[in-house]
């Protein structure tokens, strides 16, 4: 009998009782299951290293968790994510259903029938990531985000709250982005994205594209602006949502299928893998883990 463990965030926004339920109905189906519910922030991690060897690990929230479980979870354990969070960028990008019970419907058969995918992860000072990380701007959005905290159901801020913080930081610096930061290998930059899949994220149902090269089996991809102004910073934008990404772009550092590389900060700035804010770092050190882990799709 397949031993499961269900790992879910019962304060993450797309987590209700009635779709737990129904999650662990299609998941009881192919296995012997047991669900654990998240208490606090790193609980999942520790759920994952305390598993005592289970068959397989599935996730039920959004990114945060999905990343705690990634840093906890041993190799040889596959693990499933069934969309739980506001966005929950990891599934939609593996292409899992948005809906929780038919993800998990989805994750039950791979299960059944050991379907995996062996993908790649990121790591940045040490800590894994599953899709994206950054250093300055976006990780800067990502943490103004969080202190608006959450609302009287436990649900964080939604796209649209994203949107207008990331708003309101253009508007604060005119629109301008400087040189703060030195990428060992590029040069100077003013913030720094890595991508270790397609796409970096999304906004509503629209696919952020800023790497299109990226994909989940190979290492890591940077996108770096030297600077941005008015003008280049509406075409970064433009490419963006047009899905062709900053390849060519120019005043853009862009490095694809990268082992590592080190960014060296002028002052200490915000960090972020998968959406969850790390700090402050004066040097970032990201790693590819090539072949890092089989994913339930």
Not at 70 to 95: D, K, Y
Not at 170 to 191: K, P, Q
């Amino acid at each position: 009998m397949r031993r499961i463990l269900l790992v879910a965030n019962p304060f993450a926004t797309g987590v209700t009782a009635d779709r737990l339920h129904a999650v662990e109905g299609e998941l009881a189906r192919v296995g012997e299951l047991t669900t654990e519910l998240t208490r606090a922030p790193g609980h999942a991690t520790e759920l994952c290293r305390a598993a005592g060897g289970p068959d397989a690990v599935v996730v039920f929230s959004g990114d945060g968790v999905y990343n705690e479980a990634l840093n906890g979870i041993e190799s040889p354990c596959p693990i499933g994510f069934v969309p739980g969070g506001g966005t929950s960028v990891l599934p939609r990008a593996l292409g899992i259903p948005r809906d929780p019970a038919k993800a998990a419907a989805q994750i039950a058969e791979a299960i059944e029938l050991g379907r995996t995918r062996r993908i790649s992860l990121g790591r940045v000072n040490g800590r894994r990531f599953s899709f994206s990380a950054g250093i300055g701007v976006d990780a800067e959005a990502v943490r103004r985000l969080d202190a608006l905290g959450r609302n009287e159901n436990g649900e964080r801020p939604g796209d649209v709250s994203f949107g207008l913080t990331l708003a309101r930081m253009v508007l604060e610096r005119g629109a301008r982005f400087t040189s703060t930061l030195e990428i060992e290998g590029f040069g100077r930059a003013a913030f720094a994205l890595v991508a270790n899949g397609d796409p970096y994220s999304y906004a509503g149902a629209v696919p952020l594209r800023v790497a299109p090269l990226a994909e989940f089996e190979l290492g890591l991809d940077l996108v770096a602006p030297r600077e941005l102004g008015p003008w280049t910073l509406a075409r970064f934008l433009r490419y963006a949502l047009r899905g062709r990404g900053q390849v060519e772009a120019d005043g853009i550092h862009y490095g694809h299928d990268l082992d590592g590389f080190t960014v060296r900060c002028d002052r200490p700035l915000p960090l972020q893998a998968d959406g969850e804010d790390l700090g402050d770092v004066e040097v970032a050190v990201f790693e590819a883990e090539r072949d890092a882990v089989s994913v339930l799709v």
